[in-house]
């Protein structure tokens, strides 16, 4: 079987604070450095469980985030940069998906480094009338296309998200969310040794896996965040103008829901 592997930021072993993950700002190399770590560590462990193709996209921010000549030879693709209007380059070549380094939702108490797409942007997702984080949208961008979520990793918060929205997913609780800028990490090698195990347990686990898949059409309502402009409904008439702070879109699958709420 082949595995994709989709990486974010704020769940990533080691991360605790907003700092580290703006390349902005004076400490961003820690997660680009932490970020390429469990990136080896998880692909090592794909090929080690016997997966075929290992495909990885670095899906933070501008997506340039790993270090390239760190990164481990055994993955068959990276995608890294700007991906245009696929989330999923290469997608259809997997049968399997783990999220690497994901986050809880907008608004989780005492989660890591919580949003949802963005935290200068927007206050809140539904999909289909649900609140729903990135986790719940990712897994059911790939379900339309028949692929099951098999392992998560992130704080505790994001854990225990993933498995409200998807029972059969393995998780890899790399630490315990405090506040929104610190937690209780797990050491270094610990944490690399958990993502390694669960990873494989994951992989073994795929055959009591299954795509998430929603009822269509796909609702996806989006409430920004204070005196942030929401799209001109002149330039996108399948929006609908909820208040001054919210929209909602529709489309056919998840991905097109997605891609017309901006």
């Known amino acids: 079987m082949n595995i994709y592997i989709m990486?974010?930021?704020?769940?990533?072993?080691?991360?605790?604070?907003?700092?580290?993950?703006?390349?902005t700002l004076p400490r961003y190399n820690e997660i680009r450095t932490l970020m390429t770590r469990d990136i080896n560590v998880?692909?090592?462990?794909?090929?080690?469980?016997?997966a075929g193709k290992v495909f990885v996209r670095d899906a933070h921010g501008s997506g340039s985030n790993v270090i390239w000549e760190n990164l481990t030879s055994l993955a068959d693709y990276y995608v890294i940069g700007n991906s245009g209007y696929i989330r999923w380059p290469g997608l259809d070549q997997c049968d399997a998906v783990i999220l690497l380094g994901y986050h809880a939702m907008a608004g989780t108490r005492n989660a890591v480094?919580?949003?949802?797409?963005?935290?200068?942007?927007?206050?809140?997702?539904?999909i289909n009338g649900e609140k729903a984080g990135e986790i719940a949208l990712d897994a059911a961008i790939v379900g339309d296309q028949g692929k099951p979520v098999?392992?998560?990793?992130?704080?505790?918060?994001?854990?225990?998200?993933?498995?409200?929205?998807?029972?059969?997913?393995?998780?890899?609780?790399?630490?315990?969310?405090?506040?929104?800028?610190?937690?209780?990490?797990?050491?270094?090698?610990?944490?690399?040794?958990?993502?390694?195990?669960?990873?494989?347990?994951?992989?073994?686990?795929?055959?009591?896996?299954?795509?998430?898949?929603?009822?269509?059409?796909?609702?996806?309502?989006?409430?920004?965040?204070?005196?942030?402009?929401?799209?001109?409904?002149?330039?996108?008439?399948?929006?609908?103008?909820?208040?001054?702070?919210?929209?909602?879109?529709?489309?056919?699958?998840m991905e097109e829901a997605w891609f017309r709420s901006f």
């Open 7 to 23: 990486v974010d930021a704020e769940g990533i072993s080691g991360i605790y604070d907003k700092p580290q993950v703006l390349d």
């Open 42 to 50: 998880c692909v090592e462990a794909c090929k080690d469980a016997g």
């Open 113 to 126: 480094l919580e949003h949802t797409m963005s935290s200068v942007s927007i206050q809140n997702y539904w």
């Open 150 to 253: 098999i392992m998560v990793s992130g704080d505790d918060k994001a854990c225990a998200e993933a498995k409200a929205v998807l029972p059969w997913v393995i998780t890899a609780e790399v630490k315990k969310g405090l506040t929104a800028f610190g937690a209780m990490l797990l050491p270094p090698e610990r944490a690399y040794a958990l993502i390694r195990e669960k990873t494989k347990e994951a992989i073994a686990n795929f055959p009591n896996t299954k795509p998430y898949v929603l009822a269509k059409p796909v609702t996806l309502k989006v409430e920004c965040t204070e005196r942030t402009q929401i799209p001109n409904p002149k330039a996108k008439p399948y929006m609908k103008h909820i208040d001054g702070r919210t929209y909602e879109v529709t489309g056919d699958t």
